[in-house]
């Protein structure tokens, strides 16, 4: 079994960067909002990994967590794992579904950019990306047009938004109906929408309707844009994932589709060493072909 060390303490000075706790670094995000991260630094000979939460989640999230400790501690790599502000400076909590949501998809996918480049500029010339769920989806927009710093991503869980998935069901899309019909309407209303694993989510039309754009095809078509090699990894035991989802994975010529048979989207309990493993194993060949 593997062991977590302590994390290291690092402190940051500057107008685009400050200490906030050991590890914990801030920076000013395109939409003026202040957000937070926190900064592994690891061997210089290796690639810095930029780890990205799930929907409404945090770097705190515990899939994320572990695995940037053990990429840092056991395995020597610099690790990045931001909080997207999701419309708020300063942002430390996960957001509950009910609660106001003033942010949009493309705001999410310009703060990664941000942060790739607060990693350029500390000298981090080779960069690969892992997202964790929806972290995935932002990711996957993101590489259509990525840093040429950027070598390779990791997409954990990679599911989408959009009226095929489950929330959608009962409501028959009327839900995506409606948030057309009041977005043509220019309406700024807060509508309660189901989204994700939430089914009321308070948003405004416009705002829903960007993660709602990133359904199943457009995720595809996402891939398919990537310029870098990309790999996947699903759960075998992943509910969330629909068996016409991973056939299309499958076709993508550029992806390479791995399943983790037992495993659940969160990778937990056991199965948070065998994601690790399965990490290690990409890099491993990633570094033998470079």
């Not at 938004?161 to 209303?189: I, N, Y």
């Not at 457009?218 to 994932?241: C, F, H, N, W, Y």
């Amino acid at each position: 079994m593997r062991l977590f060390g302590l994390l290291p303490v690092l402190l940051f000075t500057g107008c685009l960067a400050q200490a906030a706790s050991p590890g914990q670094v801030q920076a000013t995000m395109p939409n003026g909002k202040l957000a937070n991260a926190t900064y592994l630094p690891g061997e210089p000979n290796k690639p810095a990994i930029l780890i990205l939460h799930g929907f409404l989640q945090t770097q705190d999230f515990r899939t994320v967590r572990r695995l940037a400790d053990a990429l840092n501690e056991e395995m020597g790599y610099s690790v990045l794992t931001p909080t997207l502000t999701l419309g708020i400076g300063n942002r430390r909590a996960s957001l509950a579904c009910e609660a106001i949501q003033d942010h949009s998809f493309g705001e999410g996918v310009e703060e990664v950019a941000a942060w790739v480049r607060w990693l350029r500029k500390r000298d981090h010339d080779r960069i690969m990306l892992i997202g964790h769920s929806t972290g995935s989806v932002m990711i996957a927009a993101y590489l259509r047009h990525p840093d040429p710093s950027v070598i390779h991503a990791i997409l954990i869980s990679l599911t989408h938004f959009g009226p095929d998935q489950a929330v959608f069901r009962k409501a028959a899309h009327e839900s995506l109906e409606e948030a057309r019909r009041l977005a043509s309407q220019k309406s700024r209303a807060l509508v309660k929408f189901p989204i994700a694993y939430c089914r009321e989510y308070t948003a405004t039309p416009d705002n829903i309707l960007s993660y709602y754009r990133w359904d199943s095809d457009q995720v595809i078509d996402a891939l398919k844009e990537s310029p870098i090699s990309l790999t996947v990894i699903i759960g075998g035991e992943d509910k969330r994932m629909s068996e016409r989802w991973l056939t299309r994975l499958r076709q993508q010529k550029q992806v390479s589709l791995r399943v983790v048979p037992g495993a659940s989207h969160f990778f937990d309990a056991e199965y948070e060493f065998t994601l690790l493993d399965v990490i290690d194993e990409i890099m491993q060949g990633l570094t033998q072909r470079q």
